[in-house]
């Protein structure tokens, strides 16, 4: 039995603490810590009244060390679940170093002033992180996260020889806005903005921002949608740690209105990141952007639909070419009964929390800094089926694999 410290009370925040607390068995005491505190309140408030459990609630500003160490020094948990913004990682992995503190997060940590998607950074923790006997274990999310545990148990179980894989991460949900992102705005549109790049023959080839994009059609009558392809962060790691791969593609979707939305906002600046002068004051537009859009945890009450996101493989098995297509659906109405929030949190939280359990339950731990598919599979896939995220085979596919056409106009 362990205590955890969880950090951030956005949409994921929000399902984690929840997810946690109905796991009493290894999560015995959680504090929910974030820069406003009344936000980890009310998720504390909501856990009491639909978990039956308390949590202890902080403020912390995660920019700076001091504060996160004596925090820590204070509550002394096992393992610290990153789920505030990626440009807190860094912080909250000297913390942890400091303090004798397991670490997991959901995203790669970003500079704020370049939209640059890489693990360089976290990764030279390594050997900090192994000297001092403690864990960090990245991108516990769903994508990245599970998408590279799926990777991880086609090439254990599927595929004698891994070679292309196309993730494919379908949001059908419609939350009835005019416009909005499903998590963080800002990290959303840095991510969807910045240029493309996929693995293939041994380096990542860039090409413009959504220049390539074709139909896909879901399984279980989730429907047909136009899908982009995009950079993501977990094909950094999967393209190391599988070495056969030919080609790695990250592909997702988005609705013509979000695309034009987000068009006009990139025209007239407003997703830009580098400070402008206002009414003598420096603000960074997408900044701005930000606070004047729906927060992502307020959506979940009227997103209908389903997210269905999922690894397409193709190699060989057994001298033949083979392909093999692992998937989840979620259901935004499910998840918000459940939890209160809508797929996107859901299909975060679920897993930062099934992490964090590997890690306290001892299937997943040792020294060093690690991504999900440097780990055995299979406790993993097993507690997705167990807490929330079924997972299907279809084997072999029988969806149509994704085919670069150019984007159109
Ligand atoms: P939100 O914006 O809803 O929540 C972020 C939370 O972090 C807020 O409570 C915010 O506090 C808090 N926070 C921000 N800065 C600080 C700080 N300096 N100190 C303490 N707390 C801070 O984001 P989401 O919940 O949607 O996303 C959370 C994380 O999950 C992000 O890193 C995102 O990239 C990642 N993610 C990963 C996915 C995956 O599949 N791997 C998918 C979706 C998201 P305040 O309320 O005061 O602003």
Not at 229 to 237: N, P, V
Request: with cysteine; glycine share 8%; charged share 20%.
């Amino acid at each position: 039995m362990a205590k955890v410290v969880i950090i951030g009370a956005g949409g994921v925040g929000q399902v984690v603490a929840h997810k946690c607390a109905q796991v009493p068995e290894v999560f015995q005491e959680i504090t929910l810590a974030s820069r406003t505190v009344s936000k980890c309140e009310a998720i504390a408030e909501d856990v009491r009244r639909r978990q039956g459990r308390s949590l202890k609630t902080a403020t912390v500003d995660a920019d700076q060390v001091p504060q996160l160490v004596s925090l820590l020094e204070k509550e002394k948990p096992d393992l610290v679940i990153n789920v505030a913004l990626p440009y807190q990682d860094l912080t909250i992995m000297e913390a942890c170093l400091k303090t004798g503190v397991h670490y997991l997060d959901t995203a790669n940590y970003e500079p704020r002033d370049t939209a640059r998607f890489e693990y360089s950074w976290q990764w030279e923790y390594r050997q900090r992180f192994q000297e001092a006997g403690l864990m960090a274990l990245l991108g516990s999310g769903f994508d990245p996260g599970v998408t590279n545990v799926f990777t991880a148990w086609i090439a254990r179980h599927a595929l004698d020889e891994l070679q292309t894989l196309d993730i494919v991460d379908v949001n059908g949900g419609d939350h009835g806005k005019a416009f909005a992102t499903n998590f963080n705005p800002e990290i959303n549109i840095r991510e969807v903005t910045a240029p493309c790049r996929h693995w293939e023959e041994g380096a990542f080839r860039e090409t413009p921002a959504m220049s390539s994009s074709t139909r896909f059609a879901c399984p279980e009558g989730v429907g047909m949608y136009q899908i982009y392809r995009m950079y993501h962060e977990e094909l950094e790691s999967l393209a190391l740690n599988f070495p056969t791969l030919k080609k790695a593609q990250f592909w997702m979707s988005f609705s013509e209105n979000y695309l034009t939305h987000l068009r006009v906002l990139q025209n007239v600046g407003m997703t830009r990141i580098d400070p402008v002068k206002y009414q003598g004051q420096e603000i960074v537009p997408l900044q701005f952007l930000k606070a004047v859009l729906p927060e992502p945890s307020s959506l979940g009450e009227d997103t209908r639909g389903k997210t269905c996101i999922g690894v397409i493989a193709q190699g060989i098995r057994q001298g033949n070419p083979h392909s093999v297509y692992l998937y989840n659906i979620c259901d935004h109405q499910e998840a918000f009964l459940e939890v209160g929030s809508q797929a996107i949190s859901y299909t975060t939280g679920v897993p930062a929390m099934i992490g964090a359990k590997m890690m306290l339950q001892g299937h997943w731990m040792k020294p060093g800094v690690w991504n999900m598919e440097d780990f055995n599979p299979d406790p993993f896939m097993d507690d997705l089926n167990r807490y929330g995220l079924p997972w299907t085979l279809q084997d072999p596919a029988q969806v149509t694999i994704p085919q670069a056409d150019p984007a159109p106009e």
